[in-house]
């Protein structure tokens, strides 16, 4: 099952703050984040794993609350390289414990002005 | 050095021919996937191997068939090509499919079939 980001595109000046969330209809086990400028493959941001779990990276942050099924991702003082695509990938919780690899998004295109 | 490499960057072929595409990591990573990125970007797994056993076998098309000759190796062998074939191609790889992890992509192989 696709989780489902919002929004689809998003226009900022630089400087200012973004969201992106991704939610997804089955348990999720895990939540990833990706970033793919134009013409490059994804490249890792973070992984989140327990429920309300809360990662950064530099001024770029996550929280994945297990029980919504969600995550979000937040952009802070957003700068000009962190225009490009962003994925949720997420991970279901089989029967058997354990995790059944990745489903992505269908992607958040961030656009930043100077 | 190179993480995730793949061969060719681009490949233009005619429908019905049979084509691959191979992909090296040198990261020692246990678990390999390739993803295909549609025209709309939207990024889907096919198929993943752990240890040169298929964990993951998506619904694609049995035309697609990944071949690992060892665990640094994962190719995508495509008979038949049809146009709807054409995509960006993603090889990338992690360091085990029990526990998430982080996934490095290649460079992408860009598929053109006419």
């Known amino acids: 099952q696709q989780p489902v980001q919002s929004p689809q595109a998003v226009i900022l000046r630089e400087g200012e703050d973004a969201v992106i969330n991704c939610s997804s209809s089955k348990a999720l086990y895990s939540v990833h984040w990706y970033r793919q400028k134009h013409g490059e493959a994804p490249v890792f941001l973070m992984i989140l794993l327990k429920g309300g779990e809360q990662k950064g990276h530099d001024k770029i942050s996550a929280s994945f609350n297990e029980k919504k099924q969600q995550s979000s991702l937040y952009l802070t003082a957003s700068q000009l390289s962190y225009s490009g695509t962003y994925f949720c990938g997420t991970e279901r919780v089989r029967a058997g414990g354990g995790a059944d690899g990745l489903t992505f998004g269908k992607g958040t295109h961030l656009i930043i002005q100077p | 050095d190179t993480a995730v490499s793949q061969t060719p960057k681009y490949l233009v072929t005619q429908m019905g021919n049979d084509k691959s595409i191979k992909c090296e990591q040198n990261?020692?990573?246990?678990?390999m996937y390739w993803y295909k990125q549609d025209s709309k970007k939207f990024l889907k797994i096919m198929f993943s191997y752990n240890n040169k056993e298929l964990i993951i076998n998506e619904t694609v098309p049995n035309r697609f068939s990944p071949k690992s000759p060892d665990k640094a190796h994962l190719n995508l062998h495509i008979n038949s090509l049809e146009l709807g074939d054409s995509a960006v191609y993603f090889c990338?790889?992690?360091?085990?499919?029990?526990?998430?992890?982080?996934?490095?992509f290649g460079p992408g192989t860009r598929l053109t079939v006419l």
């Open positions: 990261l020692g990573h246990d678990t």
């Open positions: 990338a790889s992690s360091q085990a499919a029990s526990f998430p992890n982080e996934q490095f």
